[in-house]
């Protein structure tokens, strides 16, 4: 296919390829082999969280498919995979003591990745808190801070010489905005005050992280992933401009402020007022501490008006089937504002993708041209940030295969494998077979 030749042909030889999932949204055995009750699991159970009524008990199933879904990740021949640990697997209650069980399922499958030449992208945590610390405050509680840093030490202990990347937090904003101003998404809390101290102490758990993992000798690289989006005015009007700012500021600088620059953007402590978070001496500095890399997920713009009248249907874009506007230019747009703000370390955008209708056809197949196109132009919004110097490191397809969409519950597919939730079959969708020969070609090349 000529224009995927000519689209690889954009990147280095050392740009990592990839696909990612989250444990909570693939593993299903919620309730085996010794694992814990996660935050998730408790907010499934509330009457009208999760619009299909779903959970995550069975999911894809991913638990006990996991030789077979590693024959698959190797088969799109990827050079990375990012998953996530969920923290109640492996540490039941969240402190004390680890489950030997849930250890050993991530060893075979960090083991299993090297095995079939997939580089293993470890992240510590993509939401789904042990449900025992949510008893005792959750992320609202600085002692929880500590007891991530022991959860981050002791995966490392065991799984650290073998993996190419630890991540810790897998975006803070949708913890501290979806889980505790909106109620959205798990533990379902509404308080915006919560929500910034909540942000406080993710960034900071983040910063002691790193240290504690460097002081025990970490091999892996380490950073952290946030949802960026690139903020636009709704019109050119001074109004819907100061509100695109400012909207900005809460979003994205209200994270990537602190961990380059050691501070919270002035105008958002202003608003936030007696809200702002308790932050105690040192705490800012640790939040700097530099970086391996930076993990970028990006599915859209967003867009500001003063009056709130923006209405993404009648932008003229087209959407996806969350809603969300297809907007790669975007994508470049805010890697060229994070490398002209700050220095940055090398940036993977960690999730790119889209969520389409996705029929099984009488052929077998899916026929998802919406989503292959998705990912090549957002491909090429990453190529032209490389030409304009941004130091772009690899890219990552959310998702490999359709899963667990949190309070959408699995009517929102993501995968380019489609996954039949009643058989658990998976089936390569058109999006995972061009990926496949995109990524075919690159060895070609290379070889
Ligand atoms: C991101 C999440 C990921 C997935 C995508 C669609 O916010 O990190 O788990 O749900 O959105």
Redesign the pocket.
């Known amino acids: 296919m000529p224009l995927a030749d000519d689209l690889r042909r954009q990147f280095p030889s050392d740009f990592v390829w990839g696909v990612a999932t989250?444990a909570f949204?693939i593993e299903g055995a919620a309730h085996e082999d010794g694992k814990g009750e996660s935050i998730w699991d408790r907010f499934c159970r509330q009457p009208g969280a999760i619009a299909d009524a779903s959970n995550g008990d069975v999911a894809c199933d991913h638990y006990h498919r996991l030789d077979s879904d590693l024959d698959l990740i190797a088969a799109l021949g990827v050079d990375a995979y990012r998953f996530s640990v969920s923290w109640p697997r492996v540490q039941p209650l969240g402190h004390g003591a680890w489950n030997a069980r849930g250890l050993d399922f991530y060893e075979r499958l960090v083991d299993g990745l090297s095995a079939r030449g997939v580089r293993p992208y470890l992240t510590l945590n993509?939401w789904d808190l042990p449900q025992a610390l949510q008893e005792t405050g959750g992320w609202a509680h600085r002692d929880t801070v500590h007891r991530f840093v022991d959860y981050a030490r002791g995966l490392q202990r065991r799984l650290g010489d073998r993996v190419a990347a630890i991540t810790t937090h897998?975006?803070p904003w949708?913890i501290a905005v979806l889980g505790h101003q909106s109620g959205s998404f798990a533990p379902g809390l509404k308080s915006r005050k919560t929500a910034a101290q909540v942000a406080h102490h993710l960034l900071l758990s983040h910063g002691l992280a790193l240290r504690a993992l460097r002081a025990d000798g970490a091999r892996a690289g380490l950073g952290i992933v946030l949802?960026l989006a690139h903020t636009e005015p709704a019109t050119d009007t001074p109004a819907d401009r100061a509100q695109a700012r400012l909207d900005d500021a809460r979003g994205r600088r209200w994270y990537t402020d602190p961990l380059f620059k050691g501070h919270y953007p002035q105008e958002v402590l202003d608003e936030l007022g007696a809200d702002a978070p308790a932050v105690e001496p040192g705490d800012m500095a640790v939040i700097a501490t530099p970086m391996d890399y930076l993990g970028v997920?990006y599915?859209s713009r967003a867009v500001s008006s003063a009056d709130g009248s923006f209405d993404a249907k009648r932008s003229g874009l087209a959407l996806t089937e969350?809603g969300w506007e297809i907007y790669p230019r975007g994508l470049t747009e805010l890697l060229l504002t994070l490398h002209r703000e700050y220095t940055l370390p090398p940036v993977y955008i960690t999730?790119s993708?889209g969520?389409f209708k996705d029929p099984l056809t009488a052929d077998g197949r899916v026929h998802d041209a919406d989503r292959t196109e998705y990912l090549r132009t957002h491909i090429a919004a990453v190529a032209e940030a490389l030409r304009q110097g941004v130091p772009m490191a690899g890219y990552m397809v959310?998702?490999l295969m359709d899963n667990f969409?949190?309070s959408s519950g699995y009517a929102k597919r993501?995968g380019i494998v489609h996954v039949d939730y009643a058989t658990q079959q998976r089936t390569l969708k058109d999006s995972a077979r061009w990926y496949r020969e995109f990524l075919a070609a690159r060895a070609a090349a290379a070889a």
Do not use: L, P, R
């Open positions: 989250s949204q993509h897998n975006e949708v949802n997920n599915y969350m999730e993708g969520a959310w998702s969409e949190w993501f």
